[in-house]
């Protein structure tokens, strides 16, 4: 997912959440609260902003929709670098749109993040500091613009599978964003889609070729977007049963690639992994070893944009500095306008 399934807490922030001190009362308290809670996640219900919840539910996710959302934001840089460069009127108003459209589910994303008591300023500084982590497929160059289209079929498509599930996340306010999201994310995966499928079947054996190398290049890391399998994710269990995540990674990658590769024939690419193959068995497509050292390099920050991804949100946060000032400014002149006014009447 945008999130990596890596929306845990770390052992010590755990040990510290079980061994904060409480009176036999508070204890007491806190488990009829937990009961109902659970109870309400258990019906099916919303959790909402006010309502109670325990500290690992809420630190789950904030950690789980801010990294989202910096996905998103840091997610318009690799095609954003193709704005200008766009092949036709066409495909740039389209790349426009879809960049914009990212920008836009940052921003649902920081407000949703929000609710749960983070400021925006508190999780951009994690982002800037390095402490909060985004998705590992944007550490990954656009080197052609088959890349575009890569992106739109692989990476949203791999986003939309774990994103459907995230509409029924038992917080309402992620849940609620999520519908809206993933309605533009279904456009993203179409786009590019019909970007690869134009220069599949109407475009030159060079354009065939750099659709072929874009897809051999993005396969890996699409599918390496769902997190670590299962036996390597304890935590997912808690996020399940408290109704945060409603399919394993493991369930959503097989999923995925079930799903990719019947569009893989339509295009007439060759996905890059001699393993695919149809298992009748277990009525789903087998595939080879995924590299996880790969997808643990990146994450620990040594991908191949890393360091550009962050220094480019970090320039463009220090250029709108004035923006946000002067906005803070108007909004205290009229403050005081106002105030003045009531004195005034
Ligand atoms: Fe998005
Ligand atoms: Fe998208």
Redesign the pocket.
């Known amino acids: 997912m945008y999130t990596q399934a890596l929306d845990v807490m770390t052992p010590q922030e755990r040990a510290a959440d079980r061994a904060a001190p409480r009176s036999a009362e508070d204890a007491a308290a806190d488990a009829e609260r937990e009961a109902a809670f659970e109870a309400r996640i258990a019906e099916g219900g919303f959790i909402e902003a006010k309502d109670w919840m325990p500290g690992h539910y809420r630190k789950t996710l904030v950690r789980q929709i801010s990294q989202h959302a910096h996905s998103e934001i840091v997610g318009m840089l690799p095609e954003g670098n193709w704005i200008s460069r766009a092949p036709s009127l066409k495909r740039k108003a389209i790349l426009l749109a879809?960049v914009q459209?990212?920008g836009g589910h940052g921003l649902y994303l920081y407000a949703a993040a929000e609710t749960l008591g983070t400021s925006r300023d508190q999780m951009i500084e994690a982002l800037h500091s390095g402490k909060a982590k985004y998705s590992s497929i944007f550490n990954y160059p656009t080197l052609t613009w088959a890349d575009v289209g890569a992106i739109g079929w692989l990476v949203?498509g791999a986003?939309i599978m774990n994103q459907v599930p995230l509409c029924r996340c038992s917080y309402g306010p992620y849940a609620r964003a999520m519908i809206r999201i993933c309605r533009?994310?279904s456009f993203?995966q179409r786009q590019g889609f019909d970007a690869l499928l134009t220069m599949m079947k109407q475009g030159t054996d060079a354009q065939r070729a750099m659709v072929q190398d874009a897809v051999d290049r993005w396969w890996w890391p699409s599918i390496m977007m769902f997190g670590p399998p299962d036996d390597a994710s304890p935590n997912s269990e808690q996020s399940m049963r408290w109704g945060i995540k409603r399919i394993s990674n493991d369930d959503l990658r097989q999923k995925f690639i079930d799903a990719t590769v019947e569009q893989a024939k339509v295009l007439g690419v060759t996905l890059p992994d001699p393993e695919l193959k149809w298992n009748e068995a277990r009525g789903h497509w087998d595939f080879g070893a995924i590299d996880w050292d790969e997808f643990w390099n990146v994450v620990k920050g040594h991908g191949p944009c890393n360091r550009e991804r962050l220094a480019a949100r970090v320039a463009a946060a220090d250029d709108g500095a004035w923006v946000r000032e002067a906005a803070m400014a108007h909004a205290a002149k009229q403050a005081t306008r106002e105030r003045d006014a009531r004195r005034a009447a």
Request: glycine share 0%.
């Open positions: 879809k459209d990212e949203d986003a533009e994310e993203h």
